[in-house]
């Protein structure tokens, strides 16, 4: 355990200096939520439609934001493949499992600043202030694993280049289409809801949104899908690393 916070410690340094990148993971979902929110005042009432209304918009945001932390990941880890940093720590006697929980652990908090700035601008922008918006960023804690994996999983098979369509351009446009943060799923069919609720995104989104309603009874009924998906990627991140190791 030591060796995987030291290696944590060296990496959230890495992190606090390349502030641009963790920035950019905020200021677009807080862009979007504003925007949406915009549209949303200028839906006419007769309408009834509440798709952007904040307390269903704001949770979706936040899962949808996090999923850049996936690029994150893959950047800081491909970046240290592809120098000798990464060959003088293939020598010392820590484990795969050392190497991904050191990349992973300072990932977390970054997230939960990203959910906390996002909830502090949909607070301006109308949604009640309570104690469920905490219990959110708790149920978010999954989702958060799952994308940290993700990109840990990219990063260690693919170079700085590759990663960045992958996770950047085709992992958010994925989270996007398949979560529902922003639109209601029933409208691309039954099959598509089907095979998006096999997913963890569409299931994150809904346990936040239940989170933030203080409906804690419904969380359990979907965050189990994304507990499932975040222990099995990560497991999937650390047998890949591991091998990768053994061949170099």
């Known amino acids: 355990m030591k060796r995987t916070l030291c290696f944590a410690k060296r990496n959230l340094k890495e992190i606090v200096r390349d502030p641009i990148s963790a920035g950019f993971g905020i200021v677009l ?3 979007l939520l504003i925007l949406l929110t915009i549209i949303n005042s200028n839906i006419p009432k007769e309408a009834q439609e509440n798709m952007f209304e904040i ?3 704001a949770p979706g945001i936040g899962v949808f934001g996090l999923s850049f932390i996936a690029l994150f990941a893959a950047l800081l880890i491909s970046k240290d493949r592809s120098s000798s940093f990464m060959l ?7 484990t795969g499992g050392n190497f991904i929980l050191g990349y992973a652990l300072p990932l977390l908090p970054m997230g939960v600043v990203q959910l906390a700035v996002c909830f502090a601008v ?6 009640p202030f309570s104690v469920n918006l905490l ?3 708790a149920v978010c804690l999954p989702i958060m694993v799952v994308n940290i994996a993700i990109g840990l999983i ?3 098979l693919l170079n700085e280049k590759a990663v960045g369509g992958l996770c950047g351009a085709l992992l958010t446009n994925v989270t996007a289409w398949l979560s529902g943060c922003w639109f209601s799923l029933d409208l691309l069919g039954a099959g598509f809801r089907k095979f998006a609720y096999v997913l963890p995104f569409a299931n994150a989104v809904d346990a936040a949104r239940a989170a933030v309603d203080g409906r804690f009874s419904d969380v359990t009924g979907t965050l189990w899908v994304v507990c499932a998906w975040a222990v099995g990627l990560m497991a999937l991140a650390i047998v890949i690393f591991t091998h990768k190791k053994k061949l170099k």
């Open 29 to 31: 979902p807080i862009t």
């Open 55 to 57: 307390r269903l918009l």
């Open 88 to 94: 003088r720590l293939y020598t010392s006697p820590m």
């Open 122 to 127: 949909a607070i301006g922008l109308g949604l």
């Open 135 to 137: 219990a959110c960023i």
């Open 154 to 156: 990219c990063g260690t």
